[in-house]
T-cell receptor
Framework: GENVEQHPSTLSVQEGDSAVIKCTYSDSASNYFPWYKQELGKRPQLIIDIRSNVGEKKDQRIAVTLNKTAKHFSLHITETQPEDSAVYFC????????????FGTGTRLQVTL | EAQVTQNPRYLITVTGKKLTVTCSQN?????MSWYRQDPGLGLRQIYY???????DKGDVPEGYKVSRKEKRNFPLILESPSPNQTSLYFC??????????FGNGTRLTVT
């Protein structure tokens, strides 16, 4: 089955700096890669996703890049703000096995003033 | 409002006492699944369902049961809970090839 590894497990950045979280996946058939943000005590919420026919996607301060050959994808947050502090999860899915979404172990991002 | 509703939000029980966590979605989603979240382990899938009467095991199904008798409901059943099932549980749903929508979670403590 799919295995998703996520690094780092914790990340501390100063406000205004950039943050990068990296994930690797094992199943070359995976073709959908979402990122979820989970604030303390709340449910995970989708912040951005990318499909395997695209190499990069951007939404304001958030971008995701995908390297299919190397089987890794990354989340980039620019101009970080205190409200970006949360746990971030990457995930991978083969849409041929629709509900089988495999998550990474999460990255706790802390943005300090 | 489109949502996934889980109940209860908090549950404290004792070893061996059967319990059910309910999950309901109002978005007519075909796919529903249960995850447990534990520190350092991320979100691990317990069971999932691709449609009514179609369920399959996820990565950590031991000690759990599910049923999908109606499209909107996907209850999680612990027949004989044990302390290692103390966790935060999330139900989620989606249409095929669409993002997962999560419920608000159920924090279960088994003593």
């Amino acid at each position: 089955g799919e295995n998703v590894e996520q690094h780092p497990s914790t990340l501390s950045v100063q406000e205004g700096d950039s943050a990068v979280i990296k994930c690797t996946y094992s199943d070359s058939a995976s073709n959908y890669f979402p990122w979820y943000k989970q604030e303390l005590g709340k449910r995970p919420q989708l912040i951005i996703d990318i499909r395997s026919n695209v190499g990069e996607k951007k939404d304001q301060r958030i971008a995701v890049t995908l390297n299919k050959t190397a089987k890794h994808f990354s989340l980039h947050i620019t101009e970080t703000q205190p409200e970006d502090s949360a746990v971030y999860f990457c995930a991978a899915r083969n849409t041929g096995t629709a509900s089988k979404l495999t998550f990474g172990t999460g990255t706790r991002l802390q943005v300090t003033l | 409002e489109a949502q996934v509703t889980q109940n209860p939000r908090y549950l404290i029980t004792v070893t061996g006492k059967k319990l059910t966590v309910t999950c309901s979605q109002n978005m007519n989603h075909e796919y529903m699944s249960w995850y447990r979240q534990d520190p350092g382990l991320g979100l691990r899938q317990i069971y999932y369902s691709m449609n009514v009467e179609v369920t399959d095991k996820g990565d950590v199904p031991e000690g759990y049961k599910v049923s999908r008798k109606e499209k909107r409901n996907f209850p999680l059943i612990l027949e004989s809970p044990s302390p290692n099932q103390t966790s935060l549980y999330f139900c989620a749903s989606s249409k095929q090839d669409s993002p997962l929508h999560f419920g608000n979670g159920t924090r279960l403590t088994v003593t």
